[in-house]
């Protein structure tokens, strides 16, 4: 033992005994770390006796004699105000809430009768003047005890949560096209292709058939057309004249029946899509705050979890490196409900909070935003409240505490005032506001009709440049064959003047040799001549 202890036990207090310590400052602060570490052998019990009890001059440490009976006694009680857990009615002079319904449970099961008063600083402050016999307040069971309190039996657990302003619906790029699977996209487009090239080989048997026969100015004769009318026909609207042929008038009945069907499926999954559309946030977990650095993480400094972002795993540690300028920088006051719910929508902050104490806040802003919490825990810890080692009675209350345990009332009580929100986090993780249609769902069906109206433009544009470059052409050919045309014409038409002429003066040279001595005859072959 190093000369830890003199030989020497004195009574303290009847029925108490206590070991004198040495006057070392260094060794009291190990005992004091550390109770329950030392024992006194009882010659007559023969076995071992706990002391506990550090005396409040640090002179001594000493046993605690305990009762088994507390009916008609008056406990003196401090109380720590935590939501869910402990909720002060100064009107009553009574608590409940999680931890404040387990100590009436006692009270009442017990027979003795509470005095509460409010809690010091420090839980040590407050428990080691030996005036207080309890401390109620939800104390994570993470470090080891000291010689003025103890913890009792666990109580519940608890773990923490990372909670993110939403930044809205969920919004991918391809919203439309996710709607259908790529196998259903596929089959719809094996299906047009296959109901428009059975059209089109109905079409080509019946004109084999018939050789008159035609439907539609002979348009379904080519796979383009037939496969626009059925394209239409399943995206809902409907064929553009009825056909004469029966086998014609089943085929496309069917694909309108099945357009009709996927074009429901279609825009009701559409329709479920934006409004039941999960949230998107910015962080995933808390590696994403250290690693992106684009939100500050707001925490309480007295939380038990604090003492996971420390150099040494305390709470007045120093934060650590990455940490350090990330945390509670301008965040609001987390101990003060009131104030960080009117500062609680700010955007770049991040909240790590225990459920059951951050949803009660948060449903007083939750109309000026949308908080998600990140599906992740953190710092799972079993709550309990404390015990003053010099109090008689715990031993007995601790044994009371496991009949409740056993009997189910722990489980009750979690149910009634933490599990309704706090392990129901679907509600909060998965929790679907309606959102309305936004610029960015119909995105690229907007560019896609832009860059399709931009194509068609372009294509009438040259069309119209080729139509002009071919009528200049034609209508230059035109006009030179047009002048040949006239040259050929008038120089036949000269050409039969001249022969005309010249069968003209040759007859009537002939005529006049011949017969000028017949004027009758004459006058009519000058009648026939003008004829010709």
């Known amino acids: 033992?190093?000369?830890?202890?003199?030989?020497?036990?004195?009574?303290?207090?009847?029925?108490?005994?206590?070991?004198?310590?040495?006057?070392?400052?260094?060794?009291?602060?190990?005992?004091?770390?550390?109770?329950?570490?030392?024992?006194?052998?009882?010659?007559?019990?023969?076995?071992?006796?706990?002391?506990?009890?550090?005396?409040?001059?640090?002179?001594?440490?000493?046993?605690?004699?305990?009762?088994?009976?507390?009916?008609?006694k008056t406990l003196v009680?401090?109380?720590?105000?935590?939501?869910?857990?402990?909720?002060?009615?100064?009107?009553?002079?009574?608590?409940?809430?999680?931890?404040g319904d387990t100590w009436t449970a006692l009270e009442e099961a017990l027979k003795f009768k509470t005095i509460y008063r409010r809690a010091r600083q420090s839980a040590t402050a407050t428990l080691m003047n030996g005036d207080t016999h309890a401390l109620l307040s939800a104390k994570a069971m993470y470090s080891y005890t000291s010689s003025y309190y103890t913890y009792s039996v666990p109580l519940t657990t608890i773990s923490y949560a990372l909670f993110v302003r939403s930044e809205g619906a969920i919004i991918t790029k391809w919203w439309y096209i996710n709607i259908f699977s790529h196998g259903l996209w596929l089959a719809s487009l094996i299906s047009v292709i296959c109901i428009a090239l059975s059209i089109m080989g109905i079409y080509r048997v019946k004109k084999?058939?018939?050789?008159?026969?035609?439907?539609?100015?002979?348009?379904?004769?080519?796979?383009?057309?037939?496969?626009?009318?059925?394209?239409?026909?399943?995206?809902?609207?409907?064929?553009?004249?009825?056909?004469?042929?029966?086998?014609?008038?089943?085929?496309?009945?069917?694909?309108?029946?099945?357009?009709m069907l996927l074009s429901c499926g279609f825009c009701s999954a559409l329709t479920s899509c934006l409004t039941s559309k999960g949230n998107s946030?910015?962080?995933?977990?808390?590696?994403?705050?250290?690693?992106?650095?684009?939100?500050?993480?707001?925490?309480?400094?007295?939380?038990?979890?604090?003492?996971?972002?420390?150099?040494?795993?305390?709470?007045e540690g120093d934060l650590q490196a990455i940490w350090k300028g990330l945390m509670n920088d301008d965040c609001p006051d987390m101990k003060d409900s009131a104030t960080l719910a009117s500062k609680l929508c700010r955007p770049g902050f991040v909240y790590l909070e225990a459920p059951a104490i951050f949803l009660p806040i948060y449903h007083k802003a939750e109309h000026n935003c949308h908080m998600i919490q990140l599906p992740d825990t953190y710092c799972p810890l079993k709550l309990a409240f404390l015990h003053a080692r010099v109090a008689q009675h715990?031993?007995?209350?601790?044994?009371?505490?496991?009949?409740?345990?056993?009997?189910?009332?722990?489980?009750?009580?979690?149910?009634?005032?933490?599990?309704?929100?706090?392990?129901?986090?679907?509600?909060?993780?998965?929790?679907?506001?309606?959102?309305p249609v936004e610029y960015v769902h119909i995105h690229l069906t907007i560019c896609f009709f832009s860059m399709m109206v931009i194509i068609s433009v372009f294509i009438?544009?040259?069309?119209?440049?080729?139509?002009?470059l071919q009528w200049k052409k034609k209508n230059s050919n035109s006009i030179l064959l047009e002048i040949c045309v006239n040259n050929l014409s008038v120089t036949k038409a000269r050409h039969k003047a001249r022969s005309r002429?010249?069968?003209?003066?040759?007859?009537?040279?002939?005529?006049?040799?011949?017969?000028?001595?017949?004027?009758?005859?004459?006058?009519?072959?000058?009648?026939?001549?003008n004829r010709w």
């Open 1 to 72: 033992m190093k000369h830890l202890f003199l030989s020497v036990i004195l009574p303290c207090v009847v029925g108490q005994m206590c070991l004198r310590l040495l006057q070392n400052s260094q060794e009291t602060k190990i005992i004091r770390s550390k109770p329950g570490h030392v024992w006194r052998w009882n010659a007559i019990t023969e076995e071992f006796e706990q002391l506990e009890v550090l005396k409040w001059n640090n002179t001594a440490f000493c046993s605690v004699n305990a009762i088994n009976d507390m009916r008609g």
């Open 77 to 99: 009680v401090a109380m720590d105000f935590k939501n869910r857990y402990i909720i002060i009615d100064a009107n009553k002079n009574e608590v409940t809430g999680l931890i």
């Open 394 to 435: 715990r031993r007995l209350i601790d044994s009371y505490l496991m009949r409740m345990r056993s009997a189910g009332i722990f489980r009750y009580l979690e149910k009634k005032w933490i599990s309704e929100e706090a392990y129901s986090r679907s509600n909060y993780l998965q929790s679907s506001n309606f959102q």
């Open 501 to 529: 002429s010249k069968r003209s003066r040759k007859l009537n040279s002939i005529l006049l040799s011949r017969n000028m001595k017949n004027p009758t005859f004459l006058q009519n072959v000058t009648v026939q001549i």
């Open 281 to 315: 946030v910015p962080l995933a977990n808390l590696e994403d705050v250290a690693m992106k650095r684009t939100h500050t993480l707001c925490i309480r400094t007295d939380s038990s979890a604090y003492r996971y972002f420390t150099v040494d795993g305390s709470e």
């Open 208 to 259: 084999l058939i018939y050789v008159n026969y035609k439907e539609f100015n002979d348009e379904l004769s080519t796979l383009s057309f037939n496969f626009l009318y059925v394209l239409g026909g399943m995206t809902g609207q409907g064929f553009e004249k009825i056909p004469t042929s029966w086998p014609f008038r089943l085929t496309i009945l069917s694909f309108l029946v099945m357009g």
């Open 460 to 468: 009438c544009i040259l069309e119209n440049v080729w139509y002009n």
